[in-house]
């Protein structure tokens, strides 16, 4: 059975105002229902490993309720993957959940990026949405290129960041970090749906994006 392992927050506060963040369930959720139902396994890893701290759990939405109804998944998302425990060598895709957690917890993980990079190298897969691709700002492949460099990309942009008034409190914005990267940056409007897809990575810009991103990993996954 092919494997795909999603990355989720550690990280549980918006910096200084006391909220609660972590990864955002409906990006875990939408995009994991897609390859769940088409037969791929999922692990999780964070940071930290352990429970990942969580926000946006709307059970109104059917697929946010599916996932969480799982006992098998909900475990698992409560019992993460540290890096160090990650073979490598078990997955065909590596995908970025985002949150407002990933901006203070992922950009400087050296073994995410390790991770990352190997499965990448090994001709596998690399996704992320929202603020998930903060999971790639820093990956360096083997020639000391960024992965990103020159690809087409979107994230949560600096408007959505600004429209929720929290453009002063995450520690940078994301899509300006992307262009410094020398990707080629694309998005919609606000809140709407956007995938990017490059070679073998797939970037969504906000939680509508999330089945989008699924299913154009899954069409890779299945090409291979």
Known sequence: MKKVLFVVSSHSVKGATGEPTGYYLGEVSHTWSVLHDAGLEIDFVSPKGGEAPGEGFDFTDPINKKFWDNDEYRSKIQNTLKPSDVDVDQYVAIYYAGGHGTMWDFADNTELQQITKQIYEG????????????????????????????????????????????????????????????????????????????????TGQNPASAKGVGEALLQLINQQ
């Open 123 to 202: 001709g596998g897969y690399v996704g992320a949405v929202c603020h998930g691709p903060a999971g790639l700002l820093n990956v360096r492949l083997s020639n000391g290129d960024n992965l990103v460099k020159g690809k087409r990309v979107n994230t949560f942009t600096d408007a959505e960041e600004r429209a929720i008034n929290l453009d002063k409190i995450v520690p940078y914005m994301l899509e300006t970090e992307m262009k410094k990267r020398g990707v080629l940056f694309e998005s919609s409007g606000l809140r709407e749906p956007h995938v990017a897809v490059d070679d073998r990575l797939v």
